[in-house]
């Protein structure tokens, strides 16, 4: 009896680390076509990228047709790119192809995780009330 009890709480150990998540492997392609219509003598475009999320998801390669420089705030980073009128001749689209790792994420991984809620007390209030029209 106590073997049991003690092969269950191993196993249960190593799945609050993470281990043995099911992922996805995907493969996005985002293009975005530039159409001039009329003179344009720049052009400044900014496209919000993934970003790493642990046990959640993995950029495994990022790569891009144009050399874009990056910005980053508290929240989202973004690719940014200077197209001058000459680019613009140039350039028909421009293409971001991304490599990434999504993991199974569930409420009993984020629990074993440690990963406290990003929402305030106040905030979470909103969201656990009981459904009105739901019994």
Known sequence: ???WIILICVFLGLGYKGI???KKSLYIVETYSLESIGTLER???KIPI??????RQEIKNITYSESPRFLNTPS?????????EGDLSRI????????????DYDLS?????GFESELRKGEQKRYLKPEEYIN
């Open 43 to 45: 052009c400044e475009i």
């Open 109 to 113: 991984v984020a629990k074993h995780a």
């Open 92 to 103: 028909s689209d421009l293409v971001i192809t991304i490599e990434i790792d999504i993991f």
């Open 1 to 3: 009896m106590n073997r």
């Open 20 to 22: 043995g998540q099911d």
């Open 76 to 84: 989202t980073r973004f690719a940014f790119f200077e197209l001058s």
């Open 50 to 55: 993934p970003v790493d999320y642990p046990q």
